[in-house]
Every structure is written in structure tokens, then in C-alpha cells.
Nanobody, 130 residues
């Protein structure tokens, strides 16, 4: 499995912005895998946030973040990003980067994947103060 390391989380006021970064390490590329971001708020289940296909062409978003969060990737840098704008208190959570386990698939396969599937990072905390 690939090792994924998230960064960029922090404390921000409502209406502010953050950019999360997910960097792959351990000698394996993520360039041929669909990638996604999930989040888990205190006392809640982990939920899907955004996904991007292996070529970076297809993307999918949870309804709650559409128009505010944007996922992108730079395969040359083995990195995936989540640009978060117009942040709300409800966005407060630990954000996890996720890699699909099978190559050459579109973004649509990511949303329903369980914790037992693919690779996951350790998470980065995002706190939005109202």
C-alpha cells in the first residue's frame, strides 16, 4: 500500500479558506489511482467529501461541499489537493486522504469505498470557528 501524508489543516474563521495537501511516499506513485478526501467530525461517521479520477478529468463531490471545495491533482508531484473556500463551522472535522486500490478508474468508484479498502492517510484537523 502507498503511504499518504496529509497537511494544511488548521484553525480558520468561518468564510475563510484552507488548502489541504496529500503527498504520497514509500516509493509508489498515485498517478494511476483515483483519489479522494473523506472527513470525520466528532461523534459522526466518516463521510465522503470529494474524489478525482486517475487522469484528473472526472471529479465528484458531496452535495454539502459543491461549489466551495475543489479537488485537484498533480501526478508529476505525486500529490492531491483539496482547496476549501467559504468554510463553515459544519466543515470542522479530521480530513483523510484516500487512494483507490485498483488502477485506472474514474472518480465515481471512490465515494462508496470503506475503510478496509485502499490506502488512507493519518488525517489532518480542520477547525472552523463561527
Amino acid at each position: 500500500q502507498v503511504q499518504l501524508v496529509e497537511s494544511g489543516g488548521g484553525l480558520v474563521q468561518a468564510g475563510g479558506s484552507l488548502r489541504l495537501t496529500c503527498a504520497a511516499s514509500g516509493g509508489r506513485t498515485i498517478a494511476t489511482y483515483a483519489m479522494g478526501w473523506f472527513r470525520q467530525a466528532p461523534g459522526k461517521e466518516r463521510e465522503f467529501v470529494a474524489a478525482i479520477g486517475w487522469r484528473g478529468v472526472s471529479t465528484d463531490y458531496a452535495d454539502s461541499v459543491k461549489g466551495r471545495l475543489t479537488i485537484s491533482r498533480d501526478n508529476a508531484k505525486n500529490t492531491v489537493y483539496l482547496q476549501m473556500n467559504s468554510l463553515q463551522a459544519e466543515d470542522t472535522a479530521v480530513y483523510y486522504c484516500h487512494s483507490d486500490a485498483s488502477k485506472f478508474r474514474p472518480s465515481t468508484v471512490v465515494a462508496g469505498q470503506s475503510r478496509d479498502f485502499g490506502s488512507w492517510g493519518q488525517g489532518t484537523q480542520v477547525t472552523v470557528s463561527s
